[in-house]
Each structure stands twice: as C-alpha cells, then as structure tokens.
C-alpha cells in the first residue's frame, strides 16, 4: 500500500524528549513512597504527552499500512511489540515490590485491561493504559482500513474523531461512555490526527514546501519556537490544551519535512539511539521511581530532604539504566525471537 518509507530520525529525538516529561510528571510516586520535601511533580503537564504519542504512533501505522497482512498476523506483531515490557514491569512490580502476582497483572500483560470493559487505571502505577488503549486502537483502525473502500476511509476516520472529541468535551459520570471512556477517546482522536497527518504527508511533494534560505530560516525559527512551546508547557501546563497539541501539530509537520535547520540538526543517529529507548523508559519508569524511593531515598531520607536535585538526579539515572538493560536484554530479544525484527513499529 506504501512505497519505501523513509526514516525520521528527528521524530526519535521528540519521542525521547516527551517521554522524559511523563517520567517526571510521575515524580510524585517517590514523595508517595517518603516524604523528602519535593514538589508533587516536575512535570506538571507531562500527562498530555501521550496523546502526541498517539499522534506519532497513527502518523507511522498509516504511512507504512499493509492492508494484506491478516488482522491476526498485524495483533501478533503488535503484541510482540507492546508486550514484552508491560510483562517485565509486572513481573519487577508484582514480585519486588507488591510481593504477589494478581489477575489484573495477567489482563495488562495481554494487553486488555482496559478495552472498555475494565476500570481504566490499572495496577502498575497507571502507566499500563496507555499501551492497552495503543494496542486496541491500533488493531481497529487496521480493521477498518482492511474493511472498507479507501475513498470512505477519511470519512470514517472524521467520524471517529468526532465521537471522541464528544466524549472528552463532555464525559459522562464515570469518565466517559459504556466502552468509550475518556482515555481510550484521546487515543482514538489523536491516532486519527496521525492518519490524516500521513496521508497529507504521502500527497505532498516536500521538495516544493521551500526554495530559498529566507524560507529555511523562517522554518527554523518556527521550529525552535514550536518545540520549547511545547516542552515549556509539557512541564508547567500554562495554556489551553487546544494550544499545546496545534503546537506539537505544527512542529510534528515541520520536522517530518525537514525544512529547517533545527530539524536537520536531530536528524542524526544519535537521536535514533536516544528514541530507541524511549518505549523501555516510559514502561519502565514507575517500577523504576518505586524502587528508588524504596530503596535508595528512604534509607537516607535526611540527605535527599536537604539535596532535592539529588532525587531528580538518582531517580533518571535509575530510570534510564533500567530502560537500557530492559531494552537490550528483553525488548530487542524478544522481538527477534518472533522474527519480526523488521516490523518493528513506533510506539
């Protein structure tokens, strides 16, 4: 259905950015743990980045899309993705900390705690509802893009997302609707922002977005501009939601078509490298602040009540380190171990 696809390096280095925020927007699970005198969180709006994973997420799905594939065989590959991680924080969660395994830690590592028929936060620090709502979505989205004709596809899709809009404009009394509650209605809108953003993206000739260096400076200023708008705002939430995701919008579509300097900077191998471990990060990450706290900052409570930069420092190191051998050692070997070490998709 698509021609080769080309890489967005850059997009590696947003995921590894915003990924971060939500990490420390969780920074409150460490004063939970003990209370050092802390802020509540360093990240107050980082919550409202999943939905520029959502974004991404439906940007890639529907810019590489092979309808051919069984709806079966794209669910495996899925799982073989999403999985692994969800399973090896239940396990680290379960056994190190809550000392027993439940039913729900089974549910989460399927990937359908919260398909609409459970209560949308989970056992694992709520992290887990993200990539159970990503699976689900995803695997609908295909399903339709499987079903139907190709000129009723972006009628369908509008239509989704404005059954979605409706619910998180007005919710009903439990956080949204019978199967539709207010989480999963982000992912459908957001998932549906990247499918039009694709096929935009597949339509337009990026060659003749640009022509001079007067345009690629006003490119790079626009893209500088863009990305600390939204990274201010991931971590203090000043402005209105609207806001925020048109930004990340327009700054998504900059970088994809990389126009400016700013995006042509990040668009490096190292910024792969970083963006490789943004999904272990982010399934990684409340196991990982838990056991600091449990066991690096309450036993010197003292200390780190006098030296806060201290627990931001230990806590990331923690995270990223787990992240890295999570990553190696469990994420990468699982996904060869299926064999699907080329469809690999972004999370």
């Not at 989205?141 to 998180?168: E, L, R, W």
Request: glycine content about 6%; hydrophobic content about 55%.
């Amino acid at each position: 259905m698509t021609n080769k696809i080309k890489t967005f390096k850059n997009v590696e280095f947003l995921r590894f950015a915003m990924t971060w925020t939500i990490v420390w927007f969780h920074a409150w699970i460490i004063k939970a743990f003990v209370d050092v005198g802390m802020p509540i969180n360093w990240a107050t709006g980082g919550f409202k980045a999943v939905e520029m994973f959502f974004l991404i997420a439906g940007f890639f799905m529907f810019l590489k899309l092979h309808t051919e594939q069984s709806t079966w065989e794209f669910w495996k590959k899925k799982w073989v993705r999403l999985a692994p991680l969800v399973i090896l924080s239940a396990l680290l969660t379960s056994f190190f900390l809550d000392g027993h395994f439940r039913t729900k830690e089974l549910l989460e590592a399927l990937l359908i705690r919260t398909w609409g028929f459970f209560p949308i936060r989970g056992s694992l620090g709520g992290f887990q509802w993200f990539i159970c709502d990503l699976a689900f979505i995803s695997l609908v989205y295909f399903y339709i893009a499987k079903s139907i004709p190709q000129k009723y596809m972006n009628m369908v899709v509008f239509f989704i997302m404005y059954i979605s809009a409706n619910v998180m404009l007005f919710p009903g009394k439990n956080g949204g609707y019978i199967l539709l509650d207010i989480d999963m209605a982000r992912g459908f809108l957001y998932m549906g922002v990247g499918y039009f953003l694709a096929n935009a993206y597949k339509s337009i000739n990026s060659q003749n977005l640009l022509q001079n260096t007067g345009k690629t400076i006003c490119y790079s200023i626009a893209e500088v501009s863009l990305f600390l708008f939204v990274m201010m705002n991931l971590f203090t939430l000043r402005e209105k939601e609207a806001s925020l995701q048109l930004a990340f919008i327009a700054l998504f579509l900059l970088f994809i078509h990389r126009k400016g300097w700013f995006s042509r900077l990040l668009e490096k191998d190292w910024a792969v490298l970083l963006g490789r471990y943004a999904y272990a990060i982010y399934c990684v990450h409340i196991f990982a602040l838990q056991a600091t706290a449990k066991f690096i900052v309450l036993p010197h409570k003292g200390f780190f009540a006098a030296n806060h930069w201290a627990v931001f420092l230990i806590s990331s190191v923690v995270v990223m380190a787990l992240a890295v051998l999570a990553h190696h050692f469990v994420e990468v070997p699982a996904i060869r171990w299926f064999g699907y070490k080329k469809s690999i998709e972004k999370v």
